[in-house]
């Protein structure tokens, strides 16, 4: 069993910058393929980045350039760093953890406004 708590959300203006953390428990975090997640307005789930645990790297067409997904694995962490926020990236956005079975974060919510 993994648990996994998201932090970092908050309010900010068009423009600003975030950082979430996503810390998840167990002694299989270096092994497993990390990713964020965010709502729609339909309350489905699109992916935003990912990171596997050879560290490489994919973002999502809409977030490239922007957003920069991270792990510190002596710290059982994965990051994503938002740069250039804006309103459309208001969301509530949630962590992934893939090894042979998946866990979800509960979420931390990301508010862009102008």
């Known amino acids: 069993q993994v648990q996994l708590v998201e932090s970092g959300g908050g309010s900010v203006q068009t423009g600003g910058s975030l950082r979430l953390s996503c810390v998840a428990s167990?002694?299989?975090?270096?092994?497993?393929?990390m990713s964020w997640y965010r709502q729609t307005p339909g309350n489905q789930r699109d992916l935003v980045a990912f990171?596997?645990?050879?560290?490489?790297?994919n973002h999502v067409d809409s977030v490239k350039g922007r957003f920069t997904i991270s792990r510190d694995n002596a710290k059982n962490t994965v990051y994503l760093e938002m740069n250039s926020l804006k309103p459309e990236d208001t969301s509530v956005y949630s962590c992934l953890y893939t090894d042979n079975k998946l866990y979800w974060g509960q979420g931390t919510q990301v508010t862009v406004s102008s």
């Open positions: 167990g002694n299989r975090f270096s092994r497993a393929i």
């Open positions: 990171i596997t645990a050879d560290g490489r790297t």
